[in-house]
């Protein structure tokens, strides 16, 4: 308190690293393709959440059927040894699905396609887990015409429909916060998309998390002073050391950025 | 030392069955009367809905088991929501152990209050600087999220449950509903207003936030509760 007359009480904005999740090992692509391999993730979380990761996000991005019981398993291990929060995601599209992962520990799960295809799952799972569990995933792109629209299946798929609309609906069916992805920013490390992200932030009431384009610090401070994220997303800058999340959030807090680091 | 968390139709048990396990506890999880009865300590967890997890309760004759507890309970996020005498979500009567009411979070009451104390400042600047005032830009105010869910401040902090903890430290929240402060306040937190973040009353206690999520912080406030309680 002596130097830093900045002594923010209240909810602070959280730093989230994302670790991609294939056969039980950390990946990252750039703008989803060339993946590359940054360690277990059980460690690397653990180590994040010494850091002062906020939260943690794992996205199997090779959920199928079979790979369900490795990933509860991953799930469980990773609930043993951290002590943070952290979501689940990848190829989630049932309730029984979502029921083995909160059971083995997760905290939230994340749903993306399997959502947009059959808006009922995200009521379903609001009505069995409550709405502070269901994270929904957007893959967004804007096109020439201006708008952002929302993308499947890891960005391999456009749809017609505009991503405020999805964001909206979603959150009525009952999703308590929004991972919201620009595919136009991912990998580019040029910032995250301010203007979509603002327009959902301030519009729906729930939480939004940025990913996609944080590069430098000053980056993260955009995203919330101008973006209004409640969370920033990322991955690579965290993964290959390019960032330290303690630098960064010492950084957030000199920006007058309410951030959580204990003394 | 045996501990046990009551198991019912509520969530997040696994979560403190495992954050025990980090702090090298060992705990039975089980809605056995006698079990819980027989605890050294016990603990009272949940994420999820009051009602529902009410009549769960009332149907197992486990709201009158709590109330007879005589070794240290401590009720986590729903738990010490339970504890309270009433809440708002679906009108439940709880079970009374804190004489404090359960609310809903209303930010349109924060945002009527924020926009008297703008008001004021408006007329301040108005008096210094007249000049200024046409060149002042409306600064659209975020909008105040419910459910609360993120890391914020604990302070005022009271009893051994929070021994070793600073003054300002951050727990992990999730919940859209608030015990209002009162006389069992012993940690303060401020979303919307200022509200009681735990709350402790003979061998009683509540925390809102989550210490199973809360990093070292809520290691330590689960190891205080079990070794200096």
């Known amino acids: 308190m002596t130097e830093n007359n900045y002594a923010a009480r209240g909810l602070t904005k959280r730093i989230i690293p994302c670790l991609d999740i294939k056969d039980g090992r950390t990946v990252k692509g750039t703008n989803f393709v060339d993946l590359r391999d940054a360690g277990d993730p059980v460690e690397l979380g653990a180590l994040y959440a010494q850091q002062g990761a906020d939260e943690l996000v794992f996205l199997d991005i090779t959920a199928t059927v079979e790979k369900r019981k490795t990933l509860s398993e991953l799930v469980n291990k990773i609930s043993h040894h951290i002590n943070i929060p952290f979501t689940v995601g990848g190829g989630i599209a049932s309730v029984e699905d979502v029921s083995v992962l909160l059971q083995n520990g997760a905290d939230k799960i994340s749903v993306n396609t399997a959502a947009y295809k059959r808006p009922g799952l995200i009521r379903e799972l609001e009505r069995s887990f409550g709405s502070q569990c269901v994270v929904l995933a957007i893959d967004t792109k804007k096109e020439e015409d201006g ?43 040029q910032g995250f998309a301010l203007d979509i992200t603002r327009t959902l932030a301030t519009q729906l009431p729930v939480p939004v998390i940025a990913s996609g384009g944080g590069g430098t610090m000053q980056h993260f401070v955009d995203v919330f002073e101008e973006g209004k994220a409640d969370a920033g997303l990322a991955a690579s800058i965290f993964h290959f050391k390019e960032m330290g999340i303690g630098e960064l959030k010492q950084y957030l807090k000199g920006k007058a950025v309410n951030v959580r680091i204990e003394e | ?100 009411k359960v609310k809903l979070f209303r930010p349109e009451e924060h945002a009527k209050r924020h926009h008297l104390l703008h008001g004021l400042n408006e007329m301040l600047a108005m008096r210094e600087a007249s000049m200024l005032r046409d060149n002042v830009e409306e600064e659209a105010e975020p909008v105040l999220k419910i459910p609360q869910i993120g890391w914020n401040n604990i302070y005022n902090l009271k009893t051994s449950l929070f021994e070793g903890i600073k003054e300002e430290s951050y727990c992990y929240f999730v919940h859209g509903y608030y015990a209002a402060l009162g006389e069992h306040t012993i940690a303060t937190t401020d979303y919307v207003q200022p509200y009681s973040s735990a709350l402790h009353r003979d061998n009683f206690y509540g925390v809102q936030f989550h210490p199973e999520k809360s990093a070292e912080v809520g290691e330590r406030i689960l190891k205080n509760f079990v070794e200096l309680i």
């Open chain 1, 147 to 189: 708008e952002w629209y929302v993308y499947l299946n890891g960005g391999r798929t456009k749809t017609e429909t505009r991503c405020v609309d999805w964001a909206r609906h979603a959150v009525e069916l009952g999703a308590g916060e929004i991972l919201l992805t620009s595919m136009n920013h991912d990998g580019t490390k």
């Open chain 2, 1 to 100: 030392m045996v501990l046990t968390i009551i198991k019912y139709n509520a969530g997040n048990i696994q979560s403190v069955l495992y954050a025990l396990e980090r702090i090298g506890m060992e705990a039975v999880v089980t809605d056995d009367h006698e079990a819980i009865m027989a605890a050294d300590k016990v603990i009272f967890p949940g994420v999820g809905e009051a009602s529902s997890a009410m009549r769960y309760l009332q149907e197992r004759n486990l709201d009158k088991l709590i109330w007879q507890l005589k070794q240290p309970v401590l009720g986590i996020c729903l738990g010490m929501q339970l504890m309270c005498r009433y809440s708002e979500e679906n009108n439940t009567d709880c079970l009374g152990i804190f004489d404090e």
